[in-house]
DNA sequence: CACCATTCAGGATATTTTCCTATATTGCAG
DNA sequence: CTGCAATATAGGAAAATATCCTGAATGGTG
């Protein structure tokens, strides 16, 4: 079901964004309305998934979680078993956030999430061990310039 | 000030990373504990920073997001007056989610959430005509496998 | 074993969510 | 422009929840 968002919903977004943890009276009046219409508005954007759930963004360093890594991965293997069973095999590691698959040269990105890059080594190990790839490129991030979960909203 | 974490920290953090909506006794009752110790638990990660935002994920696609792209950015400035304004001018840009410095042949890889192609040109332009770049790869995202900002956490 | 410090469960109160109702606003047809 | 229907709104009542307090339980230490 879509849903038009007009621009209280928008406003509303932002500060969801900014922080959910906001009562619903605070939100309202960030937004100039009262608190029934924005839980109804909300209630309308969670159904209609617009919003998808609420988190919590926990620090990688305090936990432990040093390095994180972007892998470039080429593969020749195209076939649908094939992808199912790699496909499979990124879901069900934790270590790893993001996985996109691309167009173009390259066929694979993800965001890997690890201790160290002895950690890195074994994920990767572990995972040419379980699916075939051609080619994987490594690059490690040395520092988090910015990482934001906020969607862009035109106001 | 750095925080030791025990298993049920661990647990409510695993809770917290699932659904932030729920209730204090809902999260107490699914680690094995009650509204109490996990009330003061949450405010002293909160406070240590290991908690660093309670917040919404919404879906692009509903808002017309519909065009991820990262991109590797090579450069031969590395004077700190041209880093400064790169960084800035990442900053500024609500389309990237995403900057990282990077070791290595690549300097920085971004991620960039636009309503398409077009828009993506749009920042590009933008952004190389603000700051001088060497080299400049996009690459696009066709299914985004995998996109989670839940931390693995050893329960 | 006794002491201290820490953590715990349960309860009291303030706050918040959730939903209802009556009023106001908006879009639209005549 | 006017009146009607549909929708959105503000405010309030009841239920649920967060917040904080108290006293009991626990665990490590001399």
Not at 53 to 77: H, M, N
Not at 128 to 142: D, K, P
Not at 145 to 150: A, E, G, V
Request: proline share 3%; net charge neutral.
């Amino acid at each position: 079901m879509a849903v038009r968002l007009d621009a209280t919903d928008r406003k509303i977004l932002v500060e969801l964004q900014r922080d959910a943890d906001q009562s619903l009276d605070e939100i309202a009046r960030n937004v100039g309305s009262s608190k029934t219409p924005v839980w109804n508005r909300i209630r309308k954007m969670r159904d209609a998934g617009v919003i998808r759930q609420t988190t919590v963004l926990l620090d990688p360093d305090a936990l432990g979680l040093e390095a994180c890594f972007f892998v470039l991965i080429r593969t020749s293997e195209h076939e649908a078993e094939w992808q199912r069973r790699f496909l499979e095999a990124l879901r069900a590691r934790p270590e790893v956030l993001e996985a996109h698959r691309l167009a173009g040269d390259i066929d694979y990105i993800l965001k890997v999430q690890v201790a160290n890059a002895r950690a890195y080594d074994t994920f990767y190990q572990a995972l040419i061990s379980e699916v075939r790839v051609h080619n994987v490129t490594a690059l490690l991030s040395m520092e988090v310039i910015k990482s934001t979960t906020s969607l862009p909203l035109k106001a």
